[in-house]
């Protein structure tokens, strides 16, 4: 089964400085893709960045990167410059490539920017 | 363009009353639909999924049961709410590939 890890609760950032947040996963399919969501005060699951397995590349999306790093199962999403505006609720997820395509969650990082 | 909308946007609901939470789809055809549960601060946590009409495939047995009674509709059920069915109530369809899934704005159900 799919599993996906995120070991921080809650991060506190300095507006304008860059953060990391860990994911890691497992998974015995050799084919899945990797995603990360932010969900503000509002609910609403706001789509950031796409990593496949077979990419040899980081995935980037304007201030956000994918460090993708296969070997190790770790996929930790880096926001450059933070803003006021990052502070919401952040969720790695894993989806099957085949079947019902289903999209695992990690429990979620709640960030937070100060300013 | 493809939308998903979902209703009601919040509910309060006795314990011990029914429940029927709807989702329906614009725009795609066949779409694999799913229902998530997510308590407060927690992650996202799959209830149902369906790949098609009448089929219905439940991740976690409990108090709910879930429907789609057309294409694009995929409803959520309870015959007697419990407690512990309050949180914020998910739909989502399976979109594309490479952007995940797309989802609804969600139900934030509070059950007294």
């Known amino acids: 089964a799919q599993k996906i890890t995120q070991t921080q609760p809650g991060m506190f950032v300095q507006e304008k400085e860059a953060v990391t947040l860990d994911c890691t996963y497992d998974t015995s399919d050799p084919s899945y893709g990797l995603f990360w969501y932010k969900q503000p005060s509002s609910g609403e699951m706001i789509f950031l960045i796409y990593?496949?397995?077979?990419?040899?590349q980081n995935a980037t999306e304007g201030r956000y990167s994918l460090n993708f790093q296969k070997a190790r199962k770790s996929a930790n999403l880096v926001i450059s410059a933070s803003q006021l505006g990052d502070s919401a609720m952040y969720f790695c997820?894993?989806?099957?490539?085949?079947?019902?395509?289903?999209?695992?969650f990690g429990q979620g990082t709640r960030l937070t920017i100060n300013p | 363009s493809q939308t998903i909308h979902q209703w009601p946007a919040t509910l309060v609901q006795p314990v011990g009353s029914p429940l029927s939470l709807e989702c329906t789809v614009e725009?795609?055809?066949?779409?694999?639909l799913y229902w998530y549960r997510q308590a407060a601060g927690r992650g996202l946590q799959l209830l149902f999924y369906?790949?098609?009409?009448?089929?219905i495939s439940s991740e976690v047995p409990q108090n709910l049961s879930a429907s789609r009674p057309q294409d694009r509709q995929f409803i959520l059920s309870s015959k007697k709410l419990l407690l512990s069915d309050s949180g914020f109530y998910l739909c989502?369809?399976?979109?594309?590939?490479?952007?995940?899934?797309?989802f609804g704005s969600g139900t934030r159900l509070t059950v007294v």
């Open positions: 725009g795609t055809s066949n779409p694999n």
């Open positions: 997820a894993m989806r099957e490539v085949q079947g019902a395509q289903k999209l695992v």
């Open positions: 369906s790949v098609g009409i009448g089929q």
């Open positions: 989502a369809w399976s979109g594309d590939r490479y952007y995940g899934y797309t």
């Open positions: 990593q496949g397995s077979y990419d040899q």
